[in-house]
């Protein structure tokens, strides 16, 4: 167990990378903050002096830093591991603040599409638009675009509101590993990398936000989310999906390099239901079940189902918790339940893909 401040201490916030001393050789106790006004004002204040720290969305948890700061954002890459060739997500707290980031005389063509899709903010849609040169490249991996998003998470919106400045955020997690859906997910894998998160409870969306970048036309969608193709298409019209033709081949050309084949990978090796004959299963295999198929989960050491009748609402909140879980439990294979590729199984079906690759 890791304490928590009391919400209401007078004491000042434990600069990053140093906490609470218990006079313990290791005195850097990582630490998760209760989302309080208190506790948002420390992050931002935290925010402000150039540190790092994680904080809730409605999609996954993120690892933020101030957008402005070229140096703050660097140490994101450096914590999560992450290829400088792949840009982060800026989030913001009102549409003011999209003039500090995006270039808003770059394209018509876009801004025309933005005004068409911007309904579904906040919300789980990153937009992919001309940068704006205030954005250090180290954001935007040298791109001349940039990701935006306004999360509509309360704690988020409070931190951002609070913090005044755009916030470069990607998921809390090793590059290439499971996104963190709660902060003790966070805990158990950046806990000593990351001194302050943010608890604002399990994320109630739980798969990454879409991207669709506005800068093609027809706009492309990078990565599927719960803002659905679907949803996309009745607003904007046609829509391509995946990487441009010219861009498929190499990381640096990816249109959105979190595409790469293999992704959000558990340790434990995972396939999907039906890849390898149950009669090839190794001694301890867990399965994660979406409902509906009870009769079929005989022969396994754990079964976690996540939903009873394949709600994909349900299946996409509480699927990397559950691979999490199992991930910790010195499985030789875990086995996941398919789905249709459609709605917001197109995005729960790609993260599983990508996992198993
Ligand atoms: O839900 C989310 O989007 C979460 C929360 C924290 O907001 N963030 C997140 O960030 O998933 P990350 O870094 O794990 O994924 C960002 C994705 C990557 O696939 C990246 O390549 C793509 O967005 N991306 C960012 N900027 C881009 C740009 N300018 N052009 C194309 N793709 C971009
Ligand atoms: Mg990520």
Known sequence: MHPHPPSNSPESPPPCGRAFSFGSIDDRLPMIYPLTPENIKKAAALLASGETLAFPTETVYGLGANAFNAEAVAKIFEIKGRPSFNPLIVHLYCETQLQEVIDLNASVAALELLDKIKIFWPGPLSLVLPKNPRIPAVVTAGLDTVAVRFPSHPGARALLEACKFPVAAPSANLSNRVSPTTAQHVLDELGDRVDFIL?????????????????????????????????????LGKIESGPAPHQQHTPQGLPSPGMLKRHYAPRTKIVLRGQIE?????????????????????GFTIVTTISHHQDLDEVASKLFGAIHAMDNQNLDLIVVDTCAEKGLGLAIMDRLKRAAA
């Open 199 to 235: 608890d604002g409870g399990a994320c109630q969306v739980g798969l990454e936000s879409t991207v669709l970048s506005l800068v093609e036309s027809p706009p492309r969608l990078l990565r599927p989310g719960a803002i659905t193709l679907e949803d996309l298409t009745s607003h």
């Open 278 to 298: 149950p009669k090839d299963y190794p001694p301890k295999v867990g399965l994660i079940s979406f409902g509906g198929t009870s009769a079929d989960s005989n």
